[in-house]
């Protein structure tokens, strides 16, 4: 009985460090990814430096339905990464915004930032919430990639 406890517990000591290594590189691949995002560019400022930087401009150029649109858009992405993905596109429809020189963000410039944020496979998502709310997927059509 003594042998297959041992066995038994040997076992599970080798699926515990598979485990356990498994979640570290996986830890590791999403903190590196962060560190690059991080690094200075030839500019002087990251990837995450601009994010912030055109968040900050806009923040005041936002109106509770796009804040209520964005929200809904990033719904299927998994609350332990929808902050960084809200960011992300945020940026980048602050970005679109201030070189349009818009006043505000509007449904356009939202919806275009969303599409260029965000990767192809999300874009049948998009496609589908702008359908139920009946707005023309047409004038993004170039942008989209179905």
Do not use: C
Request: charged share 30%.
């Amino acid at each position: 009985m003594g042998e297959n406890m041992s066995a038994g517990f040997s076992v599970f000591i080798i699926i515990w460090v598979f485990f356990l290594l498994g979640s570290f590189a996986i830890g590791g691949f999403f903190m590196f990814r962060k560190f690059l995002k991080r690094l200075p560019k030839e500019d002087g400022k990251s990837l995450m430096d601009w994010e912030e930087y055109y968040i900050q401009k806009t923040i005041k150029m936002w109106n509770k339905k796009e804040k209520d649109l964005l929200e809904e858009l990033v719904s299927p992405v998994p609350e332990l990464f929808r902050d960084v993905a809200k960011q992300k596109i945020a940026g980048k429809i602050g970005e679109i915004a201030l070189k349009r020189k818009a006043k505000k963000i509007s449904q356009d410039i939202l919806i275009e930032g969303y599409i260029l944020a965000t990767p192809k496979r999300d874009h049948k998502f998009l496609i589908k919430k702008l359908d139920e709310k009946q707005i023309d997927i047409s004038p993004y059509s170039n942008l989209i990639e179905r």
